[in-house]
C-alpha cells in the first residue's frame, strides 16, 4: 500500500487536473493570440504588450499583499507575503521595459473576484485558477516577443513564466495543509474555476466589444 505522503501527492495531481479538465476551453483560448489582442484593447505593439503585463503584475502585488495584511492563519499569510513579493518583482521587471507609464488606474475582473475572498481555502483555490490562467498569458507573451525578434524580452517573460510553477507548488502544499475533507477541497476547486472563468469572460467581454468573435474560428 502507498504511504500517505504518495496518496497526497497523487491527489494533489489530481486536483490539478481536474481545474485544468473543467476549463480547458477557457484555459486554451486564454493561451490563443486573441487573449493579447484582447487585454491590448487591439493594440498588437510591443509597449501596448508591456504595459498590459505591467497592470497585471501590478495589481496582482496589490492584491496578494492585501491578503496577507488581513490574514489570520500564519501559513497562509506567508504564501500570500510570498507571492505578493514576487509579483511586485515582476512589476518592477516589466515597469523597467517600457519607456512611458502603464495604466494602472482599471483593476482586472479576476484581481476584483479574488479581492472579494476572505477565506483562506478559497483564496487559495482561486490563486490557483489565476495562476494556470496567468500562465497561458505569460506563454503568449513570450511567444509574441519571440516573433518580434526580441529574444531578451521573450527570455523576460520565460523566467517570469518559471515563477509561477513555484507559486502552484506552494499553494498546493497550502491546500494539503487547510483542507480537511472533501467539502473544504470542492470549495478550492470552485473557488479556481470561478477565477478561470472571470479572466475568461473579461477576455470575451473585450474581444465582443471590439467586435471579434471570442471563438476559434474552424
Request: glycine share 6%; aromatic share 6%.
Amino acid at each position: 500500500m502507498a504511504d500517505a505522503g504518495v496518496r497526497r501527492r497523487m491527489n494533489r495531481e489530481e486536483f490539478v487536473e481536474g481545474v485544468r479538465e473543467r476549463n480547458e476551453t477557457a484555459l486554451s483560448r486564454l493561451g490563443s493570440s486573441k487573449s493579447l489582442y484582447a487585454d491590448t484593447n487591439g493594440e498588437m505593439e510591443p509597449d501596448a504588450v508591456l504595459r498590459a503585463a505591467a497592470a497585471a503584475e501590478y495589481h496582482a502585488a496589490e492584491t496578494f499583499a492585501a491578503w496577507a495584511e488581513d490574514e489570520s492563519d500564519d501559513g497562509a499569510r506567508d504564501v500570500w507575503e510570498h507571492v505578493a513579493d514576487v509579483e511586485d518583482d515582476h512589476y518592477v521587471t516589466v515597469r523597467g521595459e517600457l519607456d512611458g507609464e502603464p495604466n494602472l488606474d482599471e483593476v482586472p475582473p479576476v484581481q476584483q473576484y479574488l479581492r472579494g475572498l476572505s477565506d483562506p481555502i478559497e483564496r487559495a483555490g482561486a490563486l490557483l485558477g489565476r495562476t494556470l490562467a496567468a500562465d497561458k498569458s505569460k506563454e503568449q507573451m513570450t511567444g509574441f516577443f519571440t516573433g518580434e525578434a526580441d529574444p531578451m524580452t521573450a527570455s523576460t517573460f520565460r523566467d517570469l513564466r518559471g515563477d509561477l510553477d513555484d507559486q502552484l507548488e506552494r499553494t498546493l502544499d497550502l491546500l494539503d495543509a487547510l483542507c480537511t475533507d472533501e467539502s473544504d477541497w470542492e470549495r478550492a476547486a470552485n473557488a479556481a474555476d470561478e477565477a478561470i472563468q472571470t479572466a475568461y469572460d473579461a477576455y470575451t467581454d473585450s474581444l465582443e466589444s471590439m467586435g471579434v468573435n471570442p471563438k476559434p474560428v474552424c
